[in-house]
């Protein structure tokens, strides 16, 4: 059963820069698409960046330009670099696995796989 385990979060200052990663276990990572969604206090769960097999990304408006989501299909690791951190990017950040191959979609119920999640906070 495939297994996703994300790292990388923590405390930080606005404008600030942090990688997260997120390891796969199972030996067909490389035929989905993968995304990252976050969650914060008080608020449903949102799409943040998503990545297909083949590296076709899309991204939530709202992180345009400042994240960038990537894989390596070798070690089975997706990442979320998030540059010109902001307070409102305070949330608990989840990868997850898609059911639907292609573009990524951006509602939480076309994934079947989530991680644990991993917290970033982000002060001003």
């Known amino acids: 059963q495939v297994q996703l385990l994300e790292s990388g979060g923590g405390l930080v200052q606005a404008r600030d820069s942090l990688r997260l990663s997120c390891a796969a276990s199972g030996r067909t990572f490389s035929s989905f698409t993968m995304a990252w969604f976050r969650q914060a206090p008080g608020k449903e769960r949102e799409f943040v960046a998503g990545?297909?097999?083949?590296?076709?990304?899309h991204y939530a408006d709202s992180v345009k330009g400042r994240f960038t989501i990537s894989r390596d299909n070798t070690k089975n690791m997706v990442y979320l670099q998030m540059n010109s951190l902001k307070p409102e990017d305070t949330a608990v950040y989840y990868c997850?696995?898609?059911?639907?191959?292609?573009?990524?979609?951006?509602?939480?119920?076309?994934?079947?796989?989530w991680g644990q999640g991993t917290q970033v906070t982000v002060s001003s």
């Open positions: 990545i297909t097999r083949t590296g076709g990304t």
């Open positions: 997850a696995r898609s059911l639907i191959l292609g573009t990524p979609q951006t509602v939480p119920q076309a994934y079947d796989r």
